[in-house]
């Protein structure tokens, strides 16, 4: 009912600066909250930011936050996150998901769809 794809991901150095898009296509993508996870080789995947089906609520990761901001615009099917001051440790594979609730967003389990992934490395 849901599909997304990522895009926006490449090579940058510390302290630069990245825009992801997931682009959605499919029925009702208003009414789905969004969240990004990502996943560096070895590791399990995390979560990163989320925003409400509303938009008036974000979450975020203590490794990213006051860095990375979550958005989304319905309008377009799209849900952005502006990477800035970016690290080393920030590079891996970057995910979008859709969960069509608004609760348990820090949980990947509560997401019903996702994206292929983008890479991002990010060199010291």
């Known amino acids: 009912q849901v599909q997304l794809v990522e895009s926006g991901g490449g090579l940058v150095q510390a302290g630069g600066s990245l825009r992801l898009s997931c682009a959605a296509s499919g029925r009702t993508f208003s009414s789905y909250a969004m969240g990004w996870f990502r996943q560096a080789p070895g590791k399990e995947r995390e979560f990163v930011a989320a925003i409400s089906w509303s938009g008036g609520r974000t979450y975020y990761a203590h490794s990213v936050k006051g860095r990375f901001t979550i958005s989304r615009d319905n309008a377009k099917n799209t849900v952005y996150l502006q990477m800035n001051s970016l690290k080393p440790e920030d590079t891996a594979v970057y995910y979008c998901?859709?969960?069509?609730?608004?609760?348990?967003?820090?949980?990947?389990?509560?997401?019903?769809?996702w994206g292929q992934g983008t890479q991002v490395t990010v060199s010291s």
């Open positions: 998901a859709a969960d069509n609730s608004d609760y348990g967003l820090m949980s990947a389990l509560q997401y019903d769809y």
